[in-house]
């Protein structure tokens, strides 16, 4: 069994330096909410993943794909597909995964912090640039607004 433990905040001043920080291109659509299946493309690398659960920690569990059959599945897809920028931010010891959306959701820009244990998810100091905690928070959920066409205000 996979565990992703993850919090995710909003943003409220976006480093200035964005381009010295590697980044992927994500492209991912969904196939199901409960339980959530989805497919993404992570520059070229293609996978489906299964999620179950909510808020902090939750089971992941994800398969490789090809080009084919990633294109394939995402043409099953009902929902809008996500396309974002994923910028990889250093914060001793991890690493704050800053997403930037594209339209329809641009201008949402999100982050993520994922953590060893629960522990250290509960007791991380949250850096000044980052916002309100929003983890638990289901508009936030990349699938909910993938089904419902909208990002949260």
Not at 119 to 133: I, N, Q, S, T, Y
């Amino acid at each position: 069994m996979g565990y992703e433990i993850e919090r995710k905040f909003l943003v409220s001043e976006m480093p200035t330096d964005l381009d010295r920080f590697p980044y992927h291109l994500i492209e991912q659509a969904y196939l199901t909410k409960e339980p959530t299946i989805r497919v993404r493309r992570e520059d070229d690398t293609y996978y489906m993943t299964y999620k179950g659960g909510k808020g902090l920690k939750h089971e992941e569990y994800n398969l490789p794909l090809t080009k084919e059959a990633y294109a394939f599945l995402k043409s099953k897809s009902e929902a809008n597909v996500i396309t974002k920028k994923r910028y990889l931010i250093p914060c001793d010891p991890y690493t704050v995964e800053l997403d930037v959306f594209d339209a329809p959701f641009a201008p949402l820009v999100l982050a993520e912090v994922e953590f060893p244990t629960e522990e250290e998810a509960v007791d991380f100091h949250v850096p000044e640039w980052l916002g309100k905690d929003v983890t638990d928070d289901k508009r936030y959920y990349n699938s909910y607004m993938s089904f419902s066409g909208l990002a949260p205000e």
